[in-house]
T-cell receptor, first 111, second 115 residues
């Protein structure tokens, strides 16, 4: 699986959009981009994933650049409960059965 | 619906003892993963089961660690002769399939403390 690079921490004001970047410049054509978050003392929570197209669900939006070398997770209206560590990972479609989690981005949402 | 269930939620053991950690995946999920997370660190892959295929054990840190998955459902991670460096949160996840398009769903982990 390709490696990802994320900033170690970010701040966001409550009610504003949180834009979390991820670099995955070595991504292969069959690898999906996934985002998870982890709140203290809980297991990681699935947020969203995509291959080429931008995706949106009830939690967030995922914007993937055309060359697929980077992506951005957007939380449209951040709340204090969105304070967590956010992990960006890439996962192969076939043959890559291991999913590698890096250090993630610690997002602080401030009132 | 029921998510991934792990037991016990906390385990304190003495150095040198064996421990067993249990994972009940989401019903119908064919893939099951074990990870561990040390304090303040990211997730470290341990082992992966997919259907009836031989498990991928490449992440197990030593031969003191083993895991099995009976009947394609419940999994047990066993750590023999525990050491203090084994102290961590052990997380289990399952997915519908091993494909890249199949999200992993995690349990809340077992916090292991070796004294």
């Amino acid at each position: 699986d390709a490696k990802t690079t994320q900033p170690p921490s970010m701040d966001c004001a409550e009610g504003r959009a949180a834009n979390l970047p991820c670099n995955h410049s070595t991504i292969s054509g069959n690898e999906y981009v996934y985002w998870y978050r982890q709140i203290h003392s809980q297991g990681p929570q699935y947020i969203i994933h995509g291959l080429k197209n931008n995706e949106t669900n009830e939690m967030a939006s995922l914007i993937i650049t055309e060359d697929r070398k980077s992506s951005t997770l957007i939380l449209p209206h951040a709340t204090l409960r969105d304070t967590a560590v956010y992990y960006c990972i890439v996962r192969a479609n076939t043959g890559g059965f291991k999913t590698i989690f890096g250090a993630g981005t610690r997002l602080f949402v401030k009132a | 619906g029921a998510g991934v269930s792990q037991s016990p939620s906390n385990k304190v053991t003495e150095k040198g003892k064996d421990v067993e950690l249990r994972c009940d995946p989401i019903s119908g999920h064919t893939a099951l993963y074990w990870y561990r997370q040390s304090l303040g660190q990211g997730l470290e892959f341990l082992i992966y089961f997919q259907g009836n295929s031989a498990p991928d054990k490449s992440g197990l840190p030593s031969d003191r660690f083993s895991a099995e998955r009976t009947g394609g459902s419940v999994s047990t991670l066993t750590i023999q002769r525990t050491q203090q460096e084994d102290s961590a949160v052990y997380l289990c996840a399952s997915s519908f399939a091993g494909w890249g398009n199949s999200p992993l769903h995690f349990g809340n982990g077992t916090r292991l403390t070796v004294t």
